[in-house]
């Protein structure tokens, strides 16, 4: 996928700093996943996760290769018994012997410990739950936990951890060490509470355990199903981690964010929020609805904050009365001629109020200027006037003459 440079700085005629447009990066170690590589400044990541079984091979490597195809880059997929995790070999075989090789990653949750151990011969990274990864069951009648008793159920958790941590260093893969807001232990809950600091003491309890070990190959996430919980912790994760001197990537997503229509607007709140702040190395977008949905959203939002440029961006007046031809109508033709092209920019627009100066960005433009023509630009230099119902063909010639045109 095509990845543009950040947009310039602004100035003002005095040259001082006015206005400042690009989106700074927060600096990260780079974690290299398969033949993928999270952080380190390389292009955001999209991953997705797949719905089936992985008890079903065949189904699983068709749902890896349907989902990478349209560009997911790193799939996940869920391994609740040792039987999946043995299963995971045969997925990686076949996948390599019909397709290519895909980064996966192995999601693994209660007591899991053996589970991980067995994924971790196979995949490239493993994501465990702090909150789940050793269960404790909640004591109904419990009111407070001691000091020695967060201190026992820490030093379980480190001898827990600790064979999987060697098991991923010596191998050279990768860890996700995943926090979710609605799964936080019970002992983070009674002394930190349901908050984003709960969520974020629990991260680091398992970071400095993998840094006593010298294993550093991490990526860290705070999730949760409310965005301005998702926003907080991950916000206040980079404060905690540039006092501790961490530099750990962050993968970014929004738990539970539903389907259609809201399920997207939510996500977007909360992924492109904390992008906008140079903030997220990788993201997931969740939704209720089948994983190859996502996809689309994820590039959606990483274009629209000129983070990736994988499809053309599409600058459209809303129309008005000033309007000389159904701007839906032709936005839509348009769109289907062209969205099969990468890296370009065009603007529709219905009249010469909103034409030049408000696409002037734009690699080719599509005016109405005067009744029953299309005025084609070129940047912000008018090429050619052509009769309305030509518009659509002629633009396709232009993009040709410059030789930025593919078949689809």
């Not at 000129?306 to 000033?322: D, F, N």
């Amino acid at each position: 996928m095509q990845t543009l440079p950040n947009p310039a700085t602004v100035k003002s005629s005095s040259g001082e700093l006015s206005t400042d447009t690009t989106i700074h990066r927060r600096q990260t170690r780079p974690i290299q996943v398969g033949n993928v590589t999270i952080g380190g400044g390389h292009p955001v990541v999209v991953q997705s996760m797949i719905n089936e079984d992985t008890l079903d091979i065949d189904g699983s490597v068709a749902a890896i290769r349907r989902l990478h195809e349209i560009g997911c880059e790193i799939v996940r997929v869920t391994v609740p018994s040792m039987a999946h995790a043995q299963a995971l070999a045969e997925i990686k075989q076949k996948l390599y012997a019909s397709y290519q090789p895909v980064p996966i990653v192995a999601d693994v949750h209660h007591n899991g410990m053996k589970i991980a151990l067995e994924v971790a011969k196979h995949i490239d990274k493993v994501r465990i739950n702090p909150g789940l990864y050793v269960f404790e069951k909640p004591k109904s009648n419990r009111t407070e936990y001691s000091q020695t008793e967060f201190e026992e159920i820490g030093d379980k958790i480190r001898q827990t951890l600790e064979p999987l941590v060697v098991c991923l260093r010596d191998q050279g893969k990768a860890m996700r060490i995943g926090v979710n807001h609605g799964s936080l232990a019970e002992r983070m809950l009674f002394t930190y509470g349901d908050t984003p600091e709960g969520m974020v003491e629990s991260a680091l309890e398992f970071i400095r355990i993998c840094e006593s070990l010298d294993f550093r190959n991490l990526v860290i996430s705070l999730k949760a199903s409310r965005v301005p919980v998702m926003i907080a912790a991950n916000r206040l994760m980079v404060k905690r981690m540039n006092e501790l001197g961490m530099d750990y990537p962050l993968h970014l997503g929004v738990t539970e964010a539903g389907d259609g229509e809201y399920g997207r607007i939510k996500s977007t709140a909360g992924i492109g929020t904390l992008l906008a702040e140079g903030i997220g190395d990788t993201i997931r977008v969740s939704l209720t609805e089948a994983p190859e949905k996502e996809i689309p959203v994820c590039y959606s939002i990483l274009q629209s904050l000129g983070l990736r440029k994988t499809m053309v961006e599409y600058v459209a007046c809303p129309s008005c009365g000033r309007t000389l031809f159904n701007l839906e109508e032709v936005l839509h033709k348009v769109r289907e001629a062209t969205k099969h092209l990468t890296g370009l920019d065009i603007a529709v627009m219905g009249c010469i109020v909103n034409g030049p100066g408000e696409m002037a960005d734009a690699d080719y433009g599509y005016v109405g200027k005067q009744p029953g023509y299309i005025s084609l630009y070129r940047g912000r230099e008018e090429i050619k006037r052509v009769p309305e119902d030509r518009g659509v063909e002629e633009l396709i010639n232009l993009i040709k003459a410059d030789d930025r045109w593919v078949d689809p």
